[in-house]
């Protein structure tokens, strides 16, 4: 069983390899991107069912126990995140075949697309798996290194610009967060998650309030809390939309994974909570508000992205078993729906040659597939009630309703923010898919990939998007056993025990 | 016959040292690193390949040895120019950074199969005729792999950030 | 806990410090230069998390309590190599930068500007699209 534990992260690591192997011929680096990718969702689901049974499954690496060696954990939070996340980057390496296929023609093989996107979703698998802080720099690495050549691919001027920003920003949080890693050392002796849950909470408050602190800021600036959040709509929508799809839906949820890791994990006894109350309510604020002064489709879908992440910044601050279950059932709901949001924004955009939606129109009548294909997941991320959006929402101001006066205003705030987004999407909508028709705008950079394939809707690329708007259907169909999962995985998260227990033995109850 | 050298050039070297042997630009050359990347180089490779055999109880290891094999190339990229590269490596650069990650990962798999731990590794023992005993640790696959990617990291740096600037430069005009 | 001695303190302080000004530099060469500096910094440091300095921890070579602690050095290693070849991928950014638009600088978000210049009168939203058409030109970039 353990050894399925490593297999999300070798197998994705494998395919790359081969994928550069194989770079000449471009039927066998898609068979092998798929087929992986549909392996690692198998074992996915596989630990998730495993871990949701007998309890979080461990793998050590080389045989050395912890906290001496490397251990792969899957527990529930991470085997749900998982599959949850191999789905959406399965269905986003099949549109973005599909665009392929659509503007290159079948035969026209890339040398870095395919190995750095399985790269990509290695370090993602690595990052959720790990129970070892150091290990979790470095699947950061890995997945930031990955993205880092996604996003400046065939590079135009634009692309070069947010690039730059994208990859300095990036690579000041990983510092800060070897910064982080050397100083938990220094104070502790241990980067293991497990073995700090107990380290760290005989450290004097002073110090455990830094720790905790730059803990924040790092992970922070990964998930695009405000006001860290900055680079995000600046370099997010200079991507082409297969990329953008990726990254919304899951660099910042991985993030924000790392965050209420070591939230619960390691900082369970810290005053850090009110602060990110705090963030909280400016990170859907600033997210909401800025998405309504955008006319750029892509920069007011990022913007919603950030606001977005203030309602699982909340859930992490209410910090009680149903806070957290709402945290984890809503980062769920997130990475389908925005993945799916920003797929359909690129069938947009290829309809219309352009991404400003003052110049897009009438869409509801010469492409009613694609009115149906946003309208569900635009509904869903305002949370409008049969939609996984209703279900997370509803999770996450039930908890902040019942814990306090301060976070009960706060969940009015987030009821106030939906509404924002809510109207921000209404006026994609009557801008985009009302009004008068508009004659599609030929190409402005044809080497950029941004825009592309003016005018047509190849069916492949719908079926992909239409695919992963399925799946979030089905999050709402499931919300009951869902949540179920969710709760037992808080419950988990917050007790310590079972996951301490499996990496460290026995004794460390 | 030989090639009738003008006055003004003639200290140039206009002999082919290197492996390829074609090296149209004689401007560009220097003889005396040519000379001693010719002596070194094979040296250099074969220090390379000690450092990543030794690894496991000594200092070095795959991706020491593979730094020191790429920089074997540095040099000859430096004395020979882009054609050499070309000329000494057949092979492209990405075929052996792939190369290298598929040995590793499969070595950390393989275990697996045995019911071991990923990653963990066994010993044997070789009876060599001649060198004595031998222990050969099944981690020095993974250092092969580790070496093989380093190696191809280093020539796709050289193809693409050394020769790619270089035809970049040519195409603009400049003289380098 | 492991304490360091000060000057050691100030020298990853001053390189900390050092890195962050330069990162805020415009041009790419430089914040490159930032990012290397306060990798220094962020290496050295965990290189004192690992305590004083010791013999080389080779089980034979020494008793185990004089030994450092190989862990730090170890994960400095990783992180050496990696900044390694972040710095390479940013070189090759910043020459890509300068090919394409002949200088290295990192530019400002254009269509923030554009968004903050616009002036919107108060609940006219409609009107909004027959108006300004210079920064419409530019708008699908």
Known sequence: MSTLVTLPVLLPMLGAGLTVITSRSATLQRLIGIAVLIAVAVLAAVLLVAADRTGPIVAEMGGWAAPVGIALVADRLAALLLLVSTLVTLAVLVYSIDQRVADYGRETPSTTFHPMYLLLCTGVSLAYLTGDLFTLFVAFEIMLSASYVLITRRTSASRIRSGMTYVTVSLTSSLLFLTMVALVYAATGTVNLADLAAQVGELPDGLRTVLALLVVVVFGIKAAVVPLHFWLPDSYPNAPSPVTALFAGLLTKVGLYALLRTQTLVFPQDGSKTLLLWLAVATMVVGALGALAQNDLNRLLSFLLVSHIGYMLFGIAVFDVAGIAGTVLYIVHHITVQATLFLVSGLITRRTGTVSIDRMGGLAKTAPALAVLFAVPALTLAGIPPTSGFVAKLALLQAGAGSGVATAAVAGVVVASSLLTLYAMARVWVRVFWGTPQPPLSDPDPTDELVVGTGSTPRPMVAAAGSLAAVSVAIAVAAGPLSAVTGRAAEDLLDRGPYRTAVLGEEAR | MTERIPWERWDEPHEPWLLPGRCPDRSERTLLLEMTTRVVFPTILVFSLYLLLVGHYSPGGGFSGGLVAGLAFVLRYIAGGRQDIGGAVRIRPPVVIGLGLTIAVLTALAPALAGNAVLSSAMWEVELPLLGTLEVVSSLLLDVGVYLLIVGVALDLLRSLGAGIEQDARAAGERM | ?141
């Open chain 3, 1 to 141: 806990m492991i304490t360091i001695n000060l000057s050691m303190a100030l020298v990853v302080g001053a390189l900390y410090a050092v890195g962050f000004y330069l990162l805020l530099q415009r041009s790419l060469m430089r914040v490159l230069l930032g990012i290397v500096v306060i990798g220094h910094g962020a290496n050295l440091l965990l290189q004192l998390a690992g305590g004083p300095p010791g013999r080389a921890p080779i089980v034979g070579d020494a008793p185990p309590e004089a030994m450092t602690d190989p862990l730090p050095q170890a994960l400095a290693l990783t992180a050496i190599v990696i900044t390694f070849a972040l710095t390479t991928f940013l070189l090759a950014l910043g020459y890509r930068s300068w090919v394409l638009l002949g200088h290295d600088e990192v530019q400002d978000d254009i269509e923030d500007r554009r968004v903050a210049r616009r002036q919107r009168p108060a609940g006219a939203m409609e009107e909004e699209s027959d108006a300004e058409p210079e920064q419409r030109a530019g708008a699908d970039q």
